[in-house]
């Protein structure tokens, strides 16, 4: 069948299309609000091939977007699985990467720093799972998603988060949410004591009036910046927390950090209770992605095991 089929790169017209598809195909993904920046939005410093299957009507039947090696979404319509249209886009993706990086470097899906769908396919995807293991791939890693509860949840309260912030006043704190004016110190001192890639998340948390390659596709929020940071009695940025800057608009949070020497004064705590507070309403207000230190989390939030997933590589 699939020598029939047109492979193009897909352009912002096939957008309403693509988002039904990947609606249909990807049950565990609230894909309505990022299907823009998961398929054109920017992946840091990585290139965007972003490509779909048609038939020879022009209807669309699947749709991979790759960035470097990595697959960041791969999903076939659910009437057309098993006829070889997620081989022929797989193949796609890695004469792409042959052709920019070279045959030996590898195809990974799942975990693309900075802009990604989901950290790894869901464990309860049983056939994507089985299709990447028919191709070759096998797993190298697997990853959690943790969820708090952010109704009804005595840890997660505006008076908490008024608490937690008069405490880190009273040793010399300022906690408050970020502007745009933040974004050159945070990024620096995210960039030396972090990792680039968390500040281009927290540039694309900052929101489109940033105007920078992290908030292509990005749309405003209610409350504005999706960062919180605190300063010490000089004014220096110490620590942030952000939330959509990835999956902008479903509610993720992360990432976040506190500089070593200001740690133990509870600013990660309120700068985690301030982001939970922000997405409430939002379709996965709660989830943090990814994760590092489960304990902190769960401590400061009650934050318990949410999706895990399944990180696969070329071998
Ligand atoms: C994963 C996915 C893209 C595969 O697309 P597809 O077009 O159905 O795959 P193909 O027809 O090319 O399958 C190739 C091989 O993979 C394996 N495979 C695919 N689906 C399978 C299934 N449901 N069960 C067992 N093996 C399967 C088989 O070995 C198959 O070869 P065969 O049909 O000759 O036995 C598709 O199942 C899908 O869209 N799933 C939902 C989206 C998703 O979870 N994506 C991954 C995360 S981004």
Redesign the pocket.
């Known amino acids: 069948m699939q020598d029939r089929l047109l492979v193009r790169p897909l352009t912002l017209s096939d957008l309403p299309v693509a988002a039904a598809l990947l609606s249909a195909?990807?049950p565990?993904d609230h894909v309505g609000p990022i299907v823009e920046e998961k398929l054109f939005g920017s992946n840091h410093r990585r290139d965007r091939f972003t490509i779909g299957s048609f038939s020879p009507s022009g209807d669309l039947l699947?749709v991979l977007a790759q960035a470097g090696r990595w697959?960041?979404?791969?999903?076939?319509?659910?009437s057309?699985?098993?006829?070889?249209?997620?081989?022929?886009?797989?193949l796609a993706a890695r004469a792409h990467l042959t052709e920019t990086a070279g045959p030996t470097v590898k195809l990974r899906?799942?975990d693309h720093p900075g802009n990604y769908?989901?950290p790894g396919?869901?464990e309860r995807?049983?056939?994507?799972q089985?299709?990447?293991?028919?191709?070759g791939l096998a797993e190298v890693v697997r990853v959690l998603n943790i969820r708090a509860p952010v109704h009804n949840n005595p840890l997660v309260t505006t008076e908490r988060l008024h608490k937690l912030t008069s405490q880190a006043q009273a040793d010399g704190y300022l906690v408050r949410r970020a502007t745009v004016a933040d974004a050159e110190p945070l990024h620096h001192m995210i960039s030396a004591a972090f990792a680039p890639v968390w500040s281009f998340e927290v540039a694309r948390a900052l929101g489109p009036s940033l105007r920078s390659d992290a908030t292509e596709c990005a749309s405003e929020l209610p409350e504005g910046p999706a960062v919180h940071i605190a300063l010490d009695d000089t004014g220096t940025v110490v620590a942030f927390a952000a939330h959509d800057g990835n999956n902008r608009g479903l509610g993720w949070f992360g990432p976040m950090g506190t500089l070593e020497q200001h740690r133990g004064h509870g600013l990660g705590e309120a700068l985690l209770l301030a982001c939970l507070l922000d997405v409430v309403d939002r379709p996965d207000g709660g989830v943090i992605a990814w994760v590092g230190p489960v304990g902190f989390y769960s401590r400061a939030s009650g934050a318990i095991p949410d999706r895990r997933f399944v990180v696969f590589e070329e071998q």
């Open positions: 195909a990807l565990y699947g697959v960041k979404l791969l999903a076939v319509h659910p057309v699985q098993r006829r070889g249209i997620g081989t022929q886009l797989l899906v799942g769908l989901s396919v869901d995807s049983v056939a994507a089985a299709f990447f293991r028919a191709r």
